[in-house]
Every structure is written in structure tokens, then in C-alpha cells.
């Protein structure tokens, strides 16, 4: 969360952390960070956030998610682990995401995207056990997918695979740009959903 906040404040947002729904209430956009879906997901709840969250992005909170936050904004989650709780995503992304699917902590990887809506050059992608989105719905938009190239190819099917998409002011990454150096174009892009609602 701390990476989020510093390159949310260098992109000219004036960010805080959201623990409270009172905190909740006074924010004009949310970013939901990487993480652990499932514990994400009880968080959300003992803190009695989840469906005052919920309501705000129903209602047209812009949102940006990466990695877990992805899983969290998504409409299904695919392969979820019977052994532990479950995911209880949010809606806001009429996606279907499948967790981990890029393999194990041992299979992350980085690798450069084009990515749509940022055009001064390719986006420098941190995958570590990240999702990917596997069905998108009507309205979402594909922003970047993993592309083919020896970097990809042999990482479990990652060649192709949709990382980043929107739909309307709801942004998900598969990756933490939060994580690259010096680079906060993913971060301004989102500023400037937020600013224009």
C-alpha cells in the first residue's frame, strides 16, 4: 500500500490510506492493492468496509486494482481453493479472473507491455503470483496483454493473456506498477480517471 500511496502523491493525487467507512466515504477514488484475495476479502469485512465499498463502486467510485485488487474488483473469480475461505469479489469489472494463474511465487516474472492509453513507450510489468483475466463482458475494455515473445513463452500459457483492462472508471492490473521505479505512468493514468468524474 505505502508504494501506492508515494506514487499516487508524485502522480499530484492527494492520497490517504482507507481503514474506516467513514474514510471510505471521503475519498473521490480507491486503489485496492496487491495482496492476498481471501484475506482481502475478511479484512473487508471486519472492518466492515465491504459493502459500504461495494455500494461506492455500484454507484461509480473510480477503482484501481493490481494483482489481488484485480481479483477483488473482478465479477467471478475462477479457481478458488475449496480448503480455504472464500473470495468474495466486489462486481465492479464484469471480468472473470483466474487467481495465481501465472503459477507460483518461484514463476514471477517481469516482461515490457504496450498498453493502451499510455503511448510514451511500453509499460515495465511485475507479475508476481498474479491473476490473469480470463473472460472479459460487454464495456471492458482490454488495455495490455502479456506479449509473445522468449521472455513469455514457456510461463504456463502467459503468452496472450489479458493483464490490464477498464471499464468506465475501474482500472485492474495483473501487475504492480506500484513496483517499478520512477515510473508512475499506470498511477497517472488513473489520477486522470479520478479527476474526470
Known sequence: ???????????????????????????????????????MTRLLDTFELYEPLRERLAAGLPAFGSCAGMIMLAREVLDQDPQL??????????????RNAFGRQVDSFETDLEFTGITDGPVHAVFIRAPWVEKVGDGVEVLASVPEDPDTTGRGGAAGRIVAVRQGPVLATAFHPELVSGDERVHRYFAQIVRAQ
Open 1 to 39: 500500500m505505502a508504494e501506492h500511496l508515494a506514487a499516487l502523491e508524485r502522480s499530484g493525487a492527494d492520497a490517504r490510506p482507507v481503514r474506516r467507512p467513514e474514510e471510505l466515504a471521503a475519498v473521490h477514488g480507491i486503489v485496492l492493492p496487491g495482496g492476498e484475495s481471501t484475506t
Open 85 to 98: 475461505p472464500a473470495v468474495r469479489p466486489l462486481g465492479a469489472l464484469d471480468v472473470a479472473v483466474r
